[in-house]
């Protein structure tokens, strides 16, 4: 059952809300004063607090302030009987969830602990799908070629430099922009991506910037690019290579200016982005064959990481093929399959042309095509069938 924490110096008050609330089905606890609230809140996770704000020794605001640095993640719902504008703006701005007058009136009171229960319920499912999703795109290994590219974005992330990630198909560059995001001070901010080659060039200005409603024929309503949508954030350019020269130019624009103009549209709009871009293209050839602003080049390059393929960290494979294994034993609700060390040996040999992104397809279809057990004939048989 979910678990309110009362906090408040009249006994008549704590016993009146207890019974209210247990009535509700919630399990109660009760605090006295600031100090045992701390203790118990050092101690147990509460879904909600109720907090007095007038008591003596220690006041509720001060219980708030301490308790969000305790449980940041227990919404705070503060009582006062001589509450006023100031008060309750002041406890917003602390952290509080919600501000009541005394006596409270018990539908307000039911409805604001419930509400803060679905913002407790919500914060923690965030976490846990945050957890997953970090899994989901672990970065797997401990080959040095790795680490180096760990180790630069241990560096980096922190910053709020532009990074340009290289590094063939497959080899892992979004892993690296999304572990430059989560490590940033922007991480609380969306991370937007781009897939330019996806796009098609005349296209490309109207997704990066946006447009105004009736700029051109099939503009029917005004639309947000994706340089306001990762406002605060990180927006992500993946195979920057591909983008044309026309819109090259309006990134360069953004990036000096932190502005942008939507397209049909004659507003600069401020933009806060840091913009990490990726390519599998090597952008001095691109220079060279006049596909690729030199200037542009420089403003994406302030750190350049590149990302070995496969074939240069094959020491990686057996962590690798584990990690995958699990996952995709987790996407089908199955029990991991095990796989012999003669089979990883012989996955070690390969040629990975395709990289980490191929290496997944193979496990996943040993995993469809063996037993219990992923054995070398296994390996041999399906990892490069003939087609």
Same mark, same amino acid.
């Given at each position: 059952m979910p678990k309110v924490l009362i906090v408040d110096d009249e006994r008549a008050i704590r016993s009146t809300l207890k019974e209210i609330l247990e009535f509700e089905n919630y399990t109660v606890d009760e605090a006295e004063d600031g100090e045992k609230a701390l203790q118990l809140l050092a101690r147990s996770k509460y879904d909600a607090v109720l907090c007095d704000i007038k008591m003596p020794g220690m006041d509720g605001i001060e219980v708030l302030e301490k308790a969000m640095e305790i449980s940041p993640d227990s919404p705070f719902i503060m009582i006062s009987a001589h509450g006023t504008i100031d008060t309750a703006v002041e406890a917003t701005k602390k952290g509080a969830y919600d501000f009541l007058q005394k006596p409270p009136d018990l539908n307000r009171l039911l409805v604001s602990v419930r509400n803060a229960l679905d913002k407790s319920s919500l914060v923690t499912e965030t976490k846990i799908l945050k957890k997953k999703i970090s899994?989901?795109?672990?970065?797997? $290994?401990?080959? %040095? *070629?790795?680490?180096r590219v760990k180790g630069a974005i241990e560096k980096v992330a922190p910053t709020d430099a532009r990074v340009l990630i290289t590094g063939p198909n497959?080899?892992?560059? #979004?892993?690296? %922009?999304? *572990?430059?995001? #989560?490590?940033?001070?922007?991480?609380? $901010?969306?991370?937007? #991506?781009?897939?330019c080659a996806a796009i098609p060039s005349e296209l490309i200005e109207s997704e990066l910037f946006g447009h105004e409603k009736g700029s051109f024929t099939s503009a029917v309503k005004q639309r947000i690019g994706k340089f306001e949508q990762a406002n605060g954030g990180t927006l992500f350019l993946d195979e920057v290579g591909d983008m044309s020269l026309s819109a090259q130019a309006k990134v360069l624009r953004a990036l000096q200016e932190h502005r942008i103009t939507r397209v049909g549209g004659d507003k600069d709009i401020q933009v806060d982005v840091r913009v990490v871009a990726a390519t599998n293209k090597n952008l001095l050839e691109e220079i060279e064959a006049k596909n690729f602003r030199e200037d542009l080049y420089h403003r994406l390059g302030v750190i350049l990481i590149h990302v070995p393929p496969l074939n240069d960290r094959r020491e990686d494979i057996p962590d690798l093929v584990k990690k995958f294994l699990n996952d995709i034993a987790n996407d089908y609700g199955n029990k991991p399959k095990t796989i012999t060390p003669e089979a990883i040996e012989f996955l070690q040999q390969l040629d990975w042309r395709g990289n980490v992104r191929e290496l997944r397809n193979v496990v996943e279809r040993l995993v469809i095509m063996s037993g219990h057990e992923i054995t070398l004939e296994d390996a041999q048989a399906y990892a490069r069938p003939v087609v």
């Open positions: 899994k989901t795109y672990e970065m797997v $290994g401990s080959s %040095a *070629a790795l680490g497959g080899s892992g560059k #979004e892993l690296v %922009a999304r *572990a430059i995001h #989560e490590n940033s001070n922007r991480s609380n $901010g969306p991370l937007i #991506e781009v897939n």
